[in-house]
Structures are given as structure tokens and as C-alpha cells.
């Protein structure tokens, strides 16, 4: 059961158990309003969490907006979410493979799970009022859901359509951009920003350290955005 109300920084309310949008949510909005790539565009959020991006999808122009999470918490969070704003924004409950039920979009946008994660490494509990471990645990690499995204993408674009994707440097761009370059849409880095930990990050520091990912003490990631287009 929902046992907690929060507001978000955006004024977007997240119950326990909800991503509550945090610097890489903001990032991709960020990119895709510097880039107007929603405008009088179809555009698919996937993975929505509290609906944050495809609400801001929606207020930047989009002509539609369709957004999937696989947690029942979310979608009926970014639905809520999405009536309050006055956003028009078609929420489903599934994965985000689902998506290829109601394309093609000119634009999909993601922020996946993208955090390394060992389960049989000790880390401090996260509080429910940041999220699930569903919203950021993508096994050992990071990339349980980028990899099979990166490799679907291209067939939920349109032709001429593009893809925005918000990771982690742990989860390893570059994997991503030969992934996708290897399903034939065009990829490359359009923006980066440093971040100090969270609580996620700041609970695998040390497992992080020991497999050789991060320098002993740094604790700042970078985030980067990925665009990619098909031709
Ligand atoms: C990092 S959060 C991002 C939430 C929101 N888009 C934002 O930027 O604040 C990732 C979200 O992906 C959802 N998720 C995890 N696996 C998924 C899958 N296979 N299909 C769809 N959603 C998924 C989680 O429930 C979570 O809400």
C-alpha cells in the first residue's frame, strides 16, 4: 500500500516507492527542450517513473505523448501527475517494450535503470521515499535494460526520428552509442554534467572502488546524454 506522500522539487507529488526526479531527470528535460526535439512531435517516455519527462514533453509541444513503467506505484503516480499539470499524457502499465504497440514516435526519450549492482555485496538501505531498486538496479554492468532498449529503439522511431537516453559513466556510453550504431541509428554524446553521489551511488561507492570503477574517494559521476537519429 502507498504509505507516503512527497512533493517533488518540480511540484510533481511521488508516493513512497516512486523515482522522485532527481538531477537525471532533470538533465534530459533540460536537453530536450534545448534541442526541441518534443515539439509538434509523437513522442514515448519510457519508463516514466513519476511522469516528470513526459509531462515536460507534453508542455514543450508535443503533438501526443505515450509513457510505460512496469510499476503499478508509477503509472498510477505519473497519471495523477499528468492530470494535475493539465498534461496530456497516455500512461500504460508494462514494460517499455510495449511501446512498439502503438508506434512509431518521432521522439523517445528514456531515463532506464542504469546503476551497477552486485547483489551479494552489502549496501545501506535506500529510503522508499527516493524510490524503488527497480527504478536504478540494472545488474553487474548497468545495462540489464539498456541493452535490449538499444537494440529495439530503432524500430519504435519513425524514420527521421530520434532518441534521447540520460546514463550513468558507470553504465558505460560508449557500449551504448556502438549499440545503437550497430542497429543503424546514427549516435553520439550531446551533453555531460557532473554530479555529486546520491544515495544510490553513495551505497555502492565502496563495491565500486573494489571492482576497479572508481577511483578511491571520487564520489561524483558523470551523466551523459545520447542522441541518436534514424536516417
Ligand atoms: C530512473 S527511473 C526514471 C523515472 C523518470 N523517467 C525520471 O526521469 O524521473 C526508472 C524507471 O524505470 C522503471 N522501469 C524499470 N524497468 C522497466 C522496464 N523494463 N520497463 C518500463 N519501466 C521500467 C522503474 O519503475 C522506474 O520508474
Same mark, same amino acid.
Given at each position: 500500500?502507498?504509505?507516503?506522500?512527497?512533493?517533488?522539487?518540480?511540484?510533481?507529488?511521488?508516493?513512497?516507492?516512486?523515482?522522485?526526479?532527481?538531477?537525471?531527470?532533470?538533465?534530459?528535460?533540460?536537453?530536450?527542450?534545448?534541442?526541441?526535439?518534443?515539439?509538434?512531435?509523437?513522442? *514515448? %517516455?519510457?519508463?516514466?517513473?513519476? /511522469?516528470?519527462? &513526459?509531462? !515536460? #514533453?507534453?508542455?514543450?509541444?508535443?503533438?501526443? $505523448? +505515450?509513457?510505460?513503467?512496469?510499476?503499478?506505484?508509477?503509472?498510477?503516480?505519473?497519471?495523477?501527475?499528468?492530470?494535475?499539470?493539465? *498534461? %496530456?499524457?497516455?500512461?500504460?502499465? /508494462?514494460?517499455? &517494450?510495449? !511501446? #512498439?504497440?502503438?508506434?512509431?514516435?518521432?521522439? $523517445? +526519450?528514456?531515463?532506464?535503470?542504469?546503476?551497477?549492482?552486485?547483489?551479494?555485496?552489502?549496501?545501506?538501505?535506500?529510503?522508499?521515499?527516493?524510490?524503488?531498486?527497480?527504478?536504478?538496479?540494472?545488474?553487474?554492468?548497468?545495462?540489464?535494460?539498456?541493452?535490449?532498449?538499444?537494440?529495439?529503439?530503432?524500430?519504435?522511431?519513425?524514420?527521421?526520428?530520434?532518441?534521447?537516453?540520460?546514463?550513468?559513466?558507470?553504465?558505460?556510453?560508449r557500449q551504448?552509442?556502438?549499440?545503437?550504431?550497430?542497429?543503424?541509428?546514427?549516435?553520439?554524446?550531446?551533453?555531460?554534467?557532473?554530479?555529486?553521489?546520491?544515495?544510490?551511488?553513495e551505497s555502492?561507492?565502496?563495491?565500486?572502488?573494489?571492482?576497479?570503477?572508481?577511483?578511491?574517494?571520487?564520489?561524483?559521476?558523470?551523466?551523459?546524454?545520447?542522441?541518436?537519429?534514424?536516417?
Open positions: 500500500m502507498t504509505t507516503a506522500y512527497t512533493d517533488a522539487p518540480d511540484g510533481l507529488i511521488t508516493v513512497a516507492g516512486v523515482y522522485a526526479p532527481q538531477e537525471d531527470s532533470r538533465f534530459l528535460i533540460d536537453v530536450m527542450e534545448k534541442t526541441g526535439l518534443a515539439r509538434g512531435r509523437r513522442v *514515448a %517516455d519510457l519508463c516514466t517513473g513519476s /511522469g516528470v519527462v &513526459a509531462i !515536460a #514533453a507534453s508542455e514543450q509541444g508535443a503533438s501526443s $505523448v +505515450v509513457a510505460f513503467d512496469v510499476c503499478q506505484r508509477s503509472a498510477r503516480c505519473a497519471r495523477g501527475n499528468a492530470l494535475a499539470a493539465g *498534461a %496530456d499524457v497516455d500512461v500504460h502499465l /508494462g514494460s517499455w &517494450a510495449r !511501446a #512498439a504497440e502503438s508506434g512509431p514516435y518521432d521522439l $523517445v +526519450v528514456c531515463n532506464p535503470p542504469y546503476v551497477p549492482h552486485d547483489p551479494d555485496a552489502p549496501c545501506t538501505p535506500i529510503s522508499s521515499e527516493v524510490g524503488s531498486a527497480r527504478a536504478w538496479d540494472a545488474g553487474r554492468d548497468g545495462r540489464l535494460v539498456l541493452d535490449p532498449l538499444c537494440a529495439s529503439v530503432h524500430d519504435l522511431l519513425a524514420p527521421g526520428g530520434a532518441f534521447l537516453l540520460v546514463q550513468s559513466e558507470f553504465a558505460i556510453p551504448t552509442l556502438a549499440a545503437l550504431a550497430e542497429s543503424g541509428l546514427d549516435a553520439e554524446i550531446v551533453a555531460y554534467q557532473w554530479i555529486p553521489f546520491g544515495p544510490v551511488l555502492r561507492a565502496g563495491w565500486l572502488e573494489e571492482t576497479g570503477r572508481l577511483e578511491p574517494g571520487r564520489r561524483e559521476e558523470e551523466l551523459v546524454v545520447i542522441r541518436a537519429e534514424r536516417p
